[in-house]
């Protein structure tokens, strides 16, 4: 028994129809990078701020119990503000200069 060879004449016509047209999948590119729901940044930002907010409930004055607070809730919403920007930044940069292959129906004309 000998297994069936493929010769270049065969190969060049698996992706034909019956009549001769190619059959492949046409190739499409993206018009932008991939959503930010879809992406690990959006999960770090956000565990990150809900990091800060936990750690700005945690976190008191100490054993002082004299009602100071190390980490009050203007420098909990400074460092969410700092995030937020590095998070902005970071998608701009994301977008600047890659494209996605997700299908985006938006651009079908």
Do not use: C, Q
Request: no cysteine; glycine share 10%; proline share 4%.
């Amino acid at each position: 028994m000998t297994a069936p060879t493929t010769n270049a004449a065969t190969r060049a016509n698996e992706h034909r129809d019956h009549v001769g047209h190619d059959v492949r999948p046409a190739r499409r590119h993206g018009e932008e990078t991939k959503p930010s729901w879809k992406t690990t940044e959006l999960a770090v930002y956000l565990l990150s701020v809900i990091g800060v907010l936990i750690a700005s409930n945690a976190v008191g004055d100490g054993a002082a119990n004299n009602g100071g607070d190390y980490f009050a809730a203007d420098k909990a919403w400074w460092y969410i503000t700092l995030l937020t920007i590095g998070y902005l930044v970071s998608r701009g940069l994301a977008k600047s200069g890659s494209r996605t292959r997700d299908h985006d129906p938006r651009v079908d004309h």
